[in-house]
């Protein structure tokens, strides 16, 4: 794999000589902002201020600078001037989009620097997807950083296209652009103390990086057990509770607001001063719709100052606090020495970018961006890697049939709105020649789940309730964390058509009715990701989300939801191709309970 150079991420010598030339007034700066009121993000306060730059750093914050013969003075009148915004935890993936249009959406909105843990691709395609993770994010007008997965794949009961072991995540973190290992989700693995699963986050400690969390749910010595492995942070908390309980265990919290989990509302109490240094801002998962409406991580701390959070705190949570946890190195505060990664407000309720510079060069203006992303070099094995991902079985009908008999129940997974977690639930089976139907008139379609890497054709079935469908089929490439089809639907038909139009399309979203597909969206690369610009892919989007309403589907963003059905690490009731997964017992069960 192609490694950065540290050089990239880090000043020169050079570099910090200069900026020091120019903050003892040896050396011309290359910007002054004048007339400036700079969120402190340090001491929380205002300061009316001048920012003198020098290259890719900030040389002095000091009202002296106004009177510099710099190359070039902005006087702001007054503006703000804050931090770059750094998005702690994020997968580039759920946006459905390369990283340069992903940048190109969250640029123009404050985010300078984001923390990816790509392990959407990795499932997918493993090691070589990793690598092209990390080239297809050069030359971006933005920093990004990785955690490196570790969880690939995430369970043994699910069937992905790779699998990445302790030694490779070993070799991988000595990338200079890797500053954690990605979310621990094996957590009860972890809490009973599986080896493999503590040497990997063992890896945190060797290597000197972070190790993320993800623990939904956990209290009491369960809680201790798996942060005493060395996870150092968790973003599942989903209620006020659990989030006060592992701050007090000393875990970092990152605060989440993403299109499916919405929890900065619930969790936002805790982002007092007290707190201060301990809450950092992430998104997860958003989708293209939300990113072009709402924006990243910035609508996080938007919506903070919306709610009376004082603004340095706000965006302290965005910025000085998640560079402190991954230990990026001259991030996240408007000082000396740091790098000029900068953005000027008119206002900060709102919080809307008007110029955004990242290193010192301006990257956008007034919501557009002032430089284009240049086409990285990308290694041929890493683009065969996403090529060609879905190889889907043949589906007939009868392997789509649940046998059941008369008076026979079925467990039945019910998705949590606006959260990940699921409820089982037990209802009498609607019986039709001896097999366990979907039936529109009590809200119970069928989900499927069918591997599409090539390894053994699973095809596993279970029920679903709560998503209003009236007819027809739903299906997806997009499946937490195995990256199977997912698909939903009333009729078995539509289903099988569904499976075979994503074989056909090399993965994405399809919708069926009767037999013929009446909307989709192809994503070519790993079957997760197109190459289209972002506003083209939410156009297409939000016609399939609209055939999918057409079904009769009243859920939002209903494909992410669809997509977090097949993830066996949070609770309760999931389906992959295994079968239906008992989160809790961590075992296959049965689908259909005798009577």
Same mark, same amino acid.
């Given at each position: ?187 009860? +693995? ?24 993800? +623990?939904?749910?956990?209290?009491? @010595? ?93 965006? @302290? ?88 008999? &008369? ?24 019986? @039709? ?111 399939? &989300? ?30 992959? &191709? ?18």
């Amino acid at each position: 794999m192609a490694e950065q150079t540290r050089s990239t991420l880090l000043p020169t010598q050079s570099e910090v000589a200069r900026a020091v030339a120019v903050a003892a007034g040896r050396e011309r700066p290359d910007i002054v902002f004048t007339n400036a009121r700079v969120v402190n993000v340090i001491t929380q306060e205002i300061m009316e201020t001048a920012v003198a730059v020098a290259g890719r750093l900030i040389a002095g914050v000091d009202p002296s600078y106004a009177a510099c013969d710099a190359q070039t003075v902005i006087d702001l009148n007054g503006a703000y001037v804050a931090p770059g915004l750094i998005d702690g935890h994020l997968h580039v993936e759920s946006s459905l989009v390369t990283p340069a249009a992903y940048a190109a959406a969250v640029v123009p909105r404050g985010v300078t620097g984001i923390v990816w843990d790509p392990h959407e691709i990795a499932n997918v395609a493993g090691t070589a997807g990793l690598a092209w993770c990390m080239q297809a994010s050069r030359a971006l007008p933005m920093s990004v950083w990785f955690d490196i997965p570790s969880c690939v794949p995430s369970t043994s009961l699910e069937t992905a296209g790779a699998r990445i072991g302790v030694e490779k995540i070993a070799k991988l973190l000595k990338n200079p652009a890797v500053v954690g290992v990605g979310e621990l989700m094996s957590f009860d +693995a972890a809490i009973a103390g599986d080896p493999d699963v503590l040497a990997r986050a063992f890896l945190g400690q060797e290597y000197g990086v972070v190790v993320d969390g993800h +623990a939904p749910g956990i209290s009491g @010595r369960r809680t201790q057990a798996y942060l005493a492995g060395g996870v150092g942070s968790d973003h599942e908390c989903t209620i006020l509770e659990e989030a006060h309980e592992k701050l007090r265990a000393g875990a970092f919290l990152m605060i989440r607001e993403g299109s499916a989990t919405r929890n900065l509302g619930t969790l936002l109490p805790l982002l007092t001063a007290e707190h201060a240094d301990r809450i950092g801002f992430v998104t997860d998962d958003r989708l293209p719709e939300d990113l072009l409406a709402d924006g990243g991580v910035d609508c996080l701390v938007r919506y903070a100052i919306e709610h009376q959070v004082p603004p340095a705190l706000a965006v @302290r949570a965005a910025s000085w606090n998640t560079a402190r946890y991954f230990g990026l190195s001259r991030r996240g505060a408007v000082a000396p020495g740091f790098f000029a990664d900068l953005i000027v407000l008119t206002e900060l309720v709102g919080f809307r970018a008007h110029s955004v510079y990242h290193e010192g060069t301006l990257v956008a203006r007034e919501g557009a961006l002032q430089i284009a992303s240049r086409t990285p070099a990308i290694e041929t094995s890493a683009l065969k890697a996403v090529r060609h991902s879905v190889t889907v079985p043949r589906v007939h009908a009868a392997r789509l049939a649940v046998p059941a008999t &008369d008076g026979a129940e079925i467990r039945v997974i019910r998705p949590v709105a606006e959260q990940i977690l699921t409820t089982e639930e037990r209802v009498p089976a609607t019986v @039709r020649n001896g097999c366990a139907v979907a039936d529109a008139e009590r809200d119970i379609a069928k989900l499927v789940c069918v591997e599409r890497h090539g390894h053994n054709g699973n095809v596993a079935v279970g029920f679903v309730t709560g998503f209003g469908m009236r007819r027809g089929a739903i299906a997806g490439t997009v499946a937490h964390d195995h990256h199977n089809v997912m698909a939903m639907g009333l009729d078995d038909g539509d289903i099988a058509t569904a499976v075979e139009r994503l074989g056909e399309i090399g993965g994405g979203f399809v919708v069926v009715d009767q037999g013929s597909v009446i909307a989709e969206l192809a994503l070519p690369v790993a079957g997760l990701l197109s190459e289209a610009p972002i506003e083209s892919v939410d156009s297409t989007m939000r016609a399939v &989300d609209s055939a999918a309403r057409d079904l009769g589907i009243n859920w939002p963003a209903v494909f992410m939801t669809l997509s977090f059905l097949g993830l066996p690490v949070i609770p309760e009731l999931r389906l992959t &191709d295994h079968g239906l997964i008992d989160v809790e017992r961590g075992a296959v069960v049965p689908v259909v309970v005798a009577p």
